[in-house]
């Protein structure tokens, strides 16, 4: 079964547009971590953020935020006012005491 | 400095036979990984390793042999390689399950 699921597969946006990309994941710990990651087309993988099981802190850096929310399972990224750069193909990770689970990631292309 | 390295970056070889690729982390972490991505971007983990001790060992043939001398290094021996195996192999290290990764540039392996 999917541990982390993410719905999208690709989105398409025009430069300053605002994206969500969904993160769904399922876990029966008490204690685990979630992280995104960030690929872009040169193909090196860029971690963005981590947050812990006990931290439901909404968290901003720049364009970047991330909502996490426990009763939905839910930790979502939003890039506000996109640009070209940030075309990539973006995943979120759960990590539970040694086991580690990836999203099919989301291709996100933002157009000039 | 590159804190994570990986070597060949590329790797093109012929059905059956036997390969290595080598990783190395500067950044002091007690973990190691490795990582399949295929073609659609699929990110799986392969192994972890925590301080030489295998950690992690997901549904991988075992043609696939990690090797961690010490825990700076994971290497990965393929033996006997399959049209299968072509992807790209990413290494990764991190302080512990509980923290982010830190990525090797990847090795492009190629079976023809």
């Known amino acids: 079964a999917q541990k982390v699921t993410q719905a999208q597969t690709e989105i398409s946006v025009v430069e300053k547009e605002d994206v969500t990309l969904d993160c769904v994941y399922e876990t029966r710990d008490t204690t685990y971590y979630l992280f995104w990651y960030k690929q872009p087309p040169s193909g090196e993988l860029v971690f963005l953020i981590r947050r812990n099981s006990f931290d439901e802190q909404n968290e901003i850096s720049g364009r970047y935020s991330w909502n996490f929310q426990k009763s939905t399972s839910s930790f979502n990224f939003t890039i506000t006012a996109s640009q070209v750069v940030d075309s990539a193909v973006y995943f979120c990770?759960?990590?539970?005491?040694?086991?580690?689970?990836f999203g099919a990631g989301t291709t996100v292309t933002v157009r000039a | 400095d590159t804190a994570v390295s990986q070597t060949p970056k590329y790797l093109v070889t012929q059905m059956g036979n036997d390969k290595s690729i080598k990783c190395e982390q500067n950044?002091?972490?007690?973990?190691m990984y490795w990582y399949k991505q295929d073609s659609k971007k699929f990110l799986k983990i392969m192994f972890s390793?925590?301080?030489?001790?295998?950690?992690i060992n997901e549904t991988v043939p075992n043609r696939f042999s990690p090797k961690s001398p010490d825990k700076a290094h994971l290497n990965l021996h393929i033996n006997s390689l399959e049209l299968g195996d072509s992807a790209v192999y990413f290494c990764?290290?991190?302080?512990?399950?509980?923290?982010?990764?830190?990525f090797g540039p990847g090795t492009r392996l190629t079976v023809t």
């Open positions: 950044l002091g972490h007690d973990t």
């Open positions: 390793y925590n301080n030489k001790e295998l950690i």
């Open positions: 990770a759960l990590s539970e005491a040694d086991k580690l689970s």
């Open positions: 990764a290290s991190s302080p512990s399950w509980a923290y982010e990764q830190y």
